[in-house]
């Protein structure tokens, strides 16, 4: 089996890919996708979609993972970084 984990960010999405065989794991990759803080929103989100498009099309992931979110009152942050 096959997982990719994803932390969610505009400014830097972190990723892990897994793979298990019984009890045994294997890292196949990790790295961070990063944009530019002076490119437009909807820039930014496209650039990230592109290269998590890439990785599941190189690594064909049985599951995936996505960090959970927590920004307690700060709406502004969690908005954007929700987007992502």
Known sequence: MVVIGIDPGTASTGYGVVRSAGSRLEALGDGVIETSPTLALERRLAEI?????????????????????????????????GQA
């Open 49 to 81: 979609h592109a290269r998590v498009a890439e990785l599941l099309d190189l690594h064909a992931p049985d599951a995936v993972a996505v960090e959970e979110l927590y920004f307690g009152a700060n709406v502004r942050t969690a908005f954007a970084v």
